[in-house]
């Protein structure tokens, strides 16, 4: 059974940075393009990060404070965010094209406060 478990988020004041990890196990013989999506109640999950055949591509809002990185050998993904704001104060989800099948993260809450 593939699943993505997900790690590293908490509460930190503006300003300040978290590094998100998203690690895939189970029964993998290929990865595909693996992401980072956010989400707050009452809105839709939007894209923040993407990382595939070398590319990545990063959501206006936080290109610049957002860096997502890949471990082939660890079949992990990293969201490195500095320069934290308020409004990016979410539920982070990862999500990876696993064996040619989009899975999901379980999630992983975000808040940034003073």
């Known amino acids: 059974q593939v699943q993505l478990v997900e790690s590293g988020g908490g509460l930190v004041q503006p300003g300040g940075s978290l590094r998100l990890s998203c690690a895939a196990s189970?029964?993998?013989?290929?990865?595909?393009?693996m992401a980072w999506h956010r989400q707050t109640p009452g809105n839709q999950r939007e894209l923040v990060a993407a990382a595939s055949d070398g590319n990545t591509d990063y959501a206006d809002a936080v290109r610049g404070r957002f860096t997502i990185s890949r471990n082939s050998a660890k079949n992990t993904v990293y969201l490195q965010m500095d320069d934290l704001k308020p409004e990016d104060t979410a539920v982070y989800y990862c999500?990876?094209?696993?064996?040619?099948?989009?899975?999901w993260g379980q999630g992983t809450q975000v808040t940034v406060s003073s």
């Open positions: 999500s990876a094209v696993i064996n040619f099948v989009t899975r």
């Open positions: 189970g029964s993998i013989f290929r990865i595909g393009t």
